[in-house]
């Protein structure tokens, strides 16, 4: 019964609907494909997905530390101050164990070294930082590519 018990507690921690996040990013990058959004190449497809992890995982850790979350190259540090603490107070104190899960993958994300997915998110990631989230979708939709 106690294994139960922690494969339930497991289960419904947010972190662990990984699987169902990037779905739901691939299903967002078809929805752009098809509201006007070209053939995009592979890293720059797969990098916006991952950058758009990275800040839904960066604002999930940060929305129940109680603190100011992990330190990372933040994507979300810049767009998701603002809701972090309305999310606490919805999501309630995140566990040791989902903080550290949340703080590995997003590691694995920032230095995954492929170059669809690693450089893909690290030229995201920057534009992003730089321009915003709104401001680099739209050069994406333009043109296919990140901005410089």
């Given amino acids: 019964m106690e294994v139960d018990e922690r494969l339930v507690t497991v289960n419904r921690s947010p972190l662990t609907g990984l699987a169902g996040l990037s779905f739901e990013l691939f299903d967002l990058i078809w929805q752009l494909k098809l509201t006007g959004y070209r053939t995009l190449s592979q890293d720059v497809e797969e990098g916006i997905c991952q950058v758009l992890a990275h800040m839904w995982l960066e604002s999930e850790i940060m929305s129940g530390s109680g603190s100011n979350g992990a330190s990372t190259s933040g994507a979300a540090s810049s767009s998701s ?19 550290k ?17 690693g450089d893909g998110f690290r030229a995201g990631n920057q534009a992003v930082l730089r321009y915003g989230l709104r401001r680099t979708l739209d050069h994406i939709r333009m043109t296919g590519m990140f901005p410089c």
């Fill in 81 to 99: 101050s603002s809701s972090s603490s309305s999310a606490t107070s919805k999501k309630g104190m995140r566990s040791q164990f989902e903080r």
């Fill in 101 to 117: 899960l949340g703080e590995f993958f997003i590691h694995q994300i920032e230095s995954d070294s492929s170059a669809a997915y």
